[in-house]
Structure formats: structure tokens, C-alpha cells
């Protein structure tokens, strides 16, 4: 029986437990656990020992109104488990609905009454739905991706197209080809903002004609009974397609047949808590146990998907052209290290872009200004003494927000009014320091007298309804300049917009993380192609960088538009460095009240590390904080594990994670620890 146990309790198998009949895997039950009665799944029959069989305890009770999960569901569960080293039933129960898991068959069986009765009503008579001519290069994608998906065949297909290009109609095909051969579909995409326009082209596509189809969507968007309708509708068969965030990888399908993955380079398909699986690589594992297709969709394909490709491993479909013909917008860097030097003055808008923007504002047209940094500055500081704007419980700034007048630390939540006068001298001239969008929309709202400039971030989107309004308005023309955090710059599809800026994007040239330069360089690319998605429109359309390194390789290749080369000079880089794709990695993370104990856990687990076998064939690195060490006044330190190959890093992490708990009493400081397989930051 899959049960979630006690986090570091050293129970991550099954636990054996009496049945009076015989109970197929997979069917959800009630166990008791301690002192309380728990979900759980049944995993199979014991191998234990029949002569402990007085000592079990018996089935609370069987869920019997609810079919079983499939045996390929749970192999996916097991895989997630094994490979992120995580709790079997931990796994199990945090992808199941939180109001499945409280209730109980009664209940169930009438929440799936209820279901049925609700979707028995015919769908409302709505017409065929258009479809637009494909071009030469849909038409090939489909034509390869329809004969390499043959049944049994699983293939998986990274389908890299410009942005522009087509490949939410290329993914609408594939799901009608699916859905015509009595096969359900997933859709994954990277975020929950995304979900409803896509769901809306679905259901343009899907939900008219002779065969309507049902679609539903999975994200932690939905109310608890919200998510549980259409988990049921899925697993019941009633849906015939999903479309979904990450968690929704695990949605139970017994007809699956078609996986897509839009926007597959994103970093938010990798879960940062609890079992830190990669949605993507779970789709590729569950397309093989399914024999289903699934296809990895992006304009700037992450570099391991990219490097499978170019082994042969999956098969590339490229989309080289945009629809109608349109051009990609020319990339033009606006040289910072032209404009005049201003002392304590970091903040400025290049004259060239600012008369740009001009420009397509006489015209009518609109542009999209973006800063991924929130707020109105990153810090407040003292001119005389000095005083920052620091956070008292981590180890980073408070942000200045100018909307409510405060200082919120983005990091444990504390937020406080901001002072009349510096804290340390008293001097009452503070002033904000650096540029984050609240500034950046007063700056261009004041160098573009009249236009109607709005601005898209999680401050302003915070309130349900509010992101669909906002995005409704720019679609409506009724906003000039929209400003936004990179949540604007991926998956839109703006009609009006002919000119995108990117304001600093210079921070991340430099960072020490490896990552930095692929994040960035997408991120540019996907921002360029909001630009001009109209034809009539892109030959005009331009993107603009404003940079103090205008010679940056990543520039340079952002100006050729050639990913290609790109990931060709950066897996190169990769490679003579040793990181990953060419490297597998783990990271053991530790957080405790002091330094001290962090540390000293760190160091004990490499010392149980080192005992291991195979032990030897890998790399441990000494422990050293994380980039924000101190959150809520807990100190956070890492570890990281080096392998050559995955077999080598996993015949190590099993049975080190399963000595871990033993070190508890000796480092009674410790608070929690976790490890992250093919972390994405380190």
C-alpha cells in the first residue's frame, strides 16, 4: 500500500497492510496510519513475510466507486519516485486531488454521479470550426510526425519553430489525428496563464462541429472540487483532452495517445518542492510506458533536448518560416556606454529607443516594454551613511514598492512602510536605487506624454480576473505600451505590437550560473517574437536591447537569429567545462538555524557518501551557501554530487538517501534537508 509517510521517517516503500478480498492495484483505499486514517493505493500483493500477518492491520475501507488507477500510471509514480529519490506513497498521494484524498466511497460515488449526470447533456450545438491553410512547413511537420507515430512506436519529436510559426496549429492537428482514432490527449504548458488562451483555441477547435469534444484543464488555479471534477472526467474516460501545468503529467488517461509539451524549454515544468521532478522528462518516460507520441515544442529548445536531437535520440521538425510570410523582427542594441555619464544614475531610457516607441505610438501601433525585476527599485539607500534597505530574516534586499509605499522583502513576505528618514543617521533623503517595472512604467509614461501605458507583473495581476482583463485590453488596443515581467513575453499572441525592448538584461551575462546565457538568450528570442506576429505588419517590427555590452556573444547571435549556432557554441562550452547535458548532477540542499549545522549535516552526509559503493566514480563538492543563503531566518547550504552517467549517480543516491535519517540525532539543528536529481539551479 502506497501511504504518505512522515517526512525523513525512513518509510519510502509500501506498507503491508490485511484486506479480507482481494484488492486490484491501484484502487485507492483508507488505511490507518498512527493515530489517523489515511489515503492510500494499493501497490500490488506483499512479499513479506506471511508469519508477521497478526501483527498487519486490516483496510479501513476500499474506494470501490472509483475505477482502479492503470498499472502504467503507477509504473510512472514508481519511476518518479525511484529517480528523484522521494517517498513512494509521497509521490503517489501529492499527485492525486486534495479533496479526493478526504473523501470517502459514499462521497465518492456521489461526486462521480453528479459528474456523469452533468456530462450526459449534450454539448450546445456550436459550428464546424475553420481551419486555416497550412503552410509548406505544417504540412511536412505533419505529414513526418504522422509517420513516425505508428502504433507501439512512443517516437518523441522536438518540434523547433520560429516564434510565429505555427506550432499551436501543428499541435491542433495532431490532437484532431489523435482524437479521431479514439485517442485521449495532454497538453502541457509552463504556466497557469497560459492555460486559458490555449484552452480557448482548443476549445474553438474541438468544441463545435458532428464530434464536440470535451476538454478540461488541471492547474492549482482551480478550487479543490474544481480539480477533482476534472481529474475524475479524465480518469473516467470523459474528457478527451487535458490541458494542464506540470502536475497535470500525472493525469490519469486510460486512452492516452498524444503528449505535447509546449514551450518545453521552460524552467517552470521542473517542480521546485517536495519531489523535484521535470515535468518534460516525465512526459518523454510516460509517452514510452504508454506507447503514446509526444511532441517537445519550442522556438528555443532547451539544450538537452536540443543535444538528443542532434544524436538522433529524438526526431527535429523544424518550422523555418513564419506564417504568412512575415519577417522576424531586426534586433537593434542600444549602446548604454554612449549616453553621458550621471553620477548615482542607472536607470535611464536610450534616446533611440524612446523615439521609437514615438514613432509607433504616431502610428498607432503598440510596443512592449520588458524588466524582470517587480516593483519600483530593488533597494532604498542612504546617500549619506550608506544604509540599504536589507531584509532583517534573509540575506537579501527589500524591495521598494511606490503604489502602497512600502519595503517587501520578495523572499519571507515581510513587508513594512518605508521610513521617513534613513534608520541609521537619520537622514531623510533616501532615495531608490536601480529600476524594476513600477519605475520603468512612470519613466516612459513621462517620455510618452498621452499614451496609455499599462503594466502586467505578479503585483498587479494578484487578484483573480485581473490577468484576463489586462491582457483583453491590450488585445482590444486599448493600451499603447505595455510594460511586464518576462510572465508577458512567452506565449502571447499580440496582433498590434511591432516593437519589444528589453530595458537591462545585462544582469545575466554575468551570472555564475551556468544556465544564465541559454535563460537569457530565449528569453530574448521569445520576447523578439511578440513582435510583428501580424504579416502586414512584420517587416516594420524591431527589437530593441539595451545593453552596456553590445559585443556579447549572446547579442550576437540574438541579431542572426540563429539558435543553431547558439546552442552549438554553448553545448561546446559545456562540454570542455564538464556540466550538463555532458554531466549529470544532484544537489543536496540542508537548512537549519545556524551555519554551523547546516554545514556540519552537509559534511556528515558526504562522509556516508564516501562509504557507499560506487562511491568513487563521483565527484562531491565541498558545502556552500545557496545564492540567497538565509530565508525567515533559517540558513540554507547545498552540496552538489557530480556523475558521468545517470546509472553511476543513482546506484549512490538510493541507498545514501535511505541512511540519512540516522544522522537526525547527532545534528538536532537540522531542520530539513531535501535533494534535488538534475537540479536547474545550483
Not at 525511484?82 to 484524498?101: D, F, H, K, N
Not at 512547413?137 to 517516437?155: H, I, S, T, W, Y
Not at 514615438?358 to 530593488?378: D, W
Not at 550608506?386 to 513587508?415: N, Q
Request: positive net charge; hydrophobic residues 45%.
Amino acid at each position: 500500500m502506497a501511504v504518505e509517510a512522515p517526512l525523513h521517517s525512513g518509510l519510502h516503500g509500501p506498507l503491508d497492510y490485511l484486506s479480507e478480498q482481494p484488492l486490484a492495484s491501484g484502487t485507492l483505499v483508507r488505511v490507518p496510519l498512527g493515530r489517523r486514517d489515511v489515503p492510500g493505493v494499493v501497490w500490488g500483493p506483499s512479499t513479506g513475510d506471511d508469519d508477521g500477518a497478526h501483527a498487519l492491520r486490516p483496510v479501513a475501507q476500499v474506494l470501490a466507486s472509483l475505477p482502479p488507477l492503470s498499472a502504467r500510471w503507477c509504473d510512472l509514480v514508481r519511476f518518479t519516485a525511484s529517480y528523484y529519490q522521494r517517498g513512494l506513497g509521497e509521490v503517489a498521494m501529492a499527485v492525486l486531488p486534495p479533496e479526493l484524498r478526504k473523501l470517502d466511497d459514499a462521497g465518492l460515488a456521489s461526486r462521480i454521479a453528479r459528474l456523469r449526470k452533468a456530462l450526459a447533456r449534450p454539448l450546445p450545438a456550436a459550428p464546424a470550426p475553420e481551419r486555416p491553410d497550412l503552410t509548406d512547413d505544417q504540412a511536412a511537420a505533419l505529414a513526418e510526425l504522422a509517420a513516425a507515430d505508428v502504433p507501439g512506436a512512443a517516437p518523441v519529436v522536438l518540434l523547433h519553430g520560429l516564434t510565429g510559426s505555427g506550432k499551436t496549429e501543428v499541435y491542433l492537428r495532431a490532437a484532431e489525428a489523435a482524437l479521431a482514432s479514439g485517442r485521449q490527449v495532454l497538453v502541457l504548458v509552463p504556466e497557469i496563464n497560459l492555460t486559458p488562451q490555449l484552452e480557448a483555441r482548443f476549445a474553438a477547435r474541438f468544441g463545435g462541429g458532428a464530434t464536440p469534444r470535451r476538454i478540461v484543464s488541471l492547474h492549482s488555479g482551480l478550487t479543490p472540487a474544481q480539480r477533482l471534477k476534472h481529474w475524475l472526467a479524465a480518469h473516467l474516460g470523459l474528457a478527451d483532452l487535458v490541458l494542464g501545468t506540470r502536475l497535470a503529467v500525472f493525469a490519469p488517461l486510460p486512452r492516452l495517445g498524444l503528449i505535447v509539451v509546449d514551450e518545453e524549454h521552460d524552467p517552470s515544468f521542473k517542480q521546485q518542492e517536495g519531489a523535484r521532478y521535470s515535468a518534460r522528462d516525465l512526459a518523454v518516460y510516460r509517452g514510452k510506458l504508454e506507447g503514446a507520441c509526444v511532441v517537445l515544442g519550442s522556438a528555443t529548445p532547451s539544450l538537452e533536448s536540443w543535444q538528443r536531437a542532434e544524436q538522433g535520440r529524438y526526431r527535429r521538425l523544424t518550422l523555418a518560416h513564419r506564417v504568412g510570410g512575415g519577417a522576424l523582427p531586426a534586433v537593434r542594441l542600444a549602446d548604454m556606454n554612449q549616453l553621458p555619464k550621471v553620477r548615482g544614475v542607472s536607470t535611464a531610457l536610450a534616446p533611440a529607443l524612446v523615439g521609437a516607441l514615438a514613432k509607433r505610438l504616431e502610428r498607432g501601433e503598440q510596443s512592449l516594454v520588458f524588466l524582470n525585476r517587480r516593483g519600483y527599485a530593488p533597494v532604498l539607500h542612504c546617500t549619506d551613511c550608506g544604509w540599504k534597505s536589507g531584509c532583517p530574516h534573509c540575506s537579501a534586499w527589500r524591495v521598494f514598492h511606490r503604489l502602497d509605499r512600502t519595503l517587501r522583502c520578495h523572499h519571507c513576505g515581510l513587508t513594512q512602510p518605508v521610513p521617513r528618514a534613513c534608520p541609521d543617521c537619520g537622514n531623510p533623503d533616501i532615495a531608490p536605487l536601480g529600476q524594476g517595472t513600477e519605475r520603468l512604467e512612470e519613466q516612459l509614461a513621462q517620455a510618452l506624454p498621452g499614451a496609455r501605458v499599462a503594466r502586467i507583473d505578479a503585483d498587479t495581476t494578484r487578484h483573480k480576473g485581473a490577468l484576463e482583463a489586462s491582457l483583453s485590453a491590450v488585445h482590444a488596443g486599448e493600451v499603447d505600451v505595455l510594460v511586464g515581467t518576462q510572465m508577458v513575453t512567452k506565449g502571447h499572441d499580440f496582433r498590434r505590437i511591432t516593437l519589444v525592448a528589453a530595458v537591462n538584461p545585462d544582469t545575466a551575462l554575468f551570472s555564475s550560473h551556468f544556465r544564465a546565457p541559454e535563460r537569457l538568450f530565449s528569453l530574448l528570442m521569445q520576447a523578439a517574437g511578440r513582435a510583428g506576429r501580424d504579416a502586414a505588419q512584420a517587416a516594420r517590427s524591431e527589437m530593441w536591447v539595451q545593453t552596456w555590452h553590445p559585443t556579447h556573444p549572446v547579442y550576437t547571435a540574438l541579431q542572426r537569429h540563429d539558435f543553431a549556432a547558439f546552442a552549438a557554441s554553448q553545448l561546446k562550452e559545456r562540454e570542455m567545462a564538464g556540466l550538463p547535458p555532458f554531466v549529470h548532477l544532484a544537489l543536496l540542499r540542508a537548512e537549519a538555524r545556524t551555519v554551523e549545522a547546516a554545514r556540519d549535516f552537509l559534511q556528515a552526509a558526504a562522509d556516508l557518501a564516501a562509504m557507499l559503493p560506487g562511491a568513487g566514480e563521483l565527484l562531491l563538492y565541498p558545502p556552500v551557501p545557496t545564492s540567497v543563503a538565509r530565508v525567515a531566518d533559517v540558513e540554507r547550504m547545498q552540496m552538489l554530487v557530480e556523475a558521468s552517467s545517470r546509472p553511476q549517480l543513482q546506484r549512490v543516491l538510493g541507498p545514501w538517501m535511505a541512511s540519512l535519517p540516522a544522522l537526525r540525532g547527532a545534528h538536532k539543528g537540522v531542520l530539513r534537508w531535501a535533494l534535488d536529481v538534475d537540479p536547474l539551479a545550483i
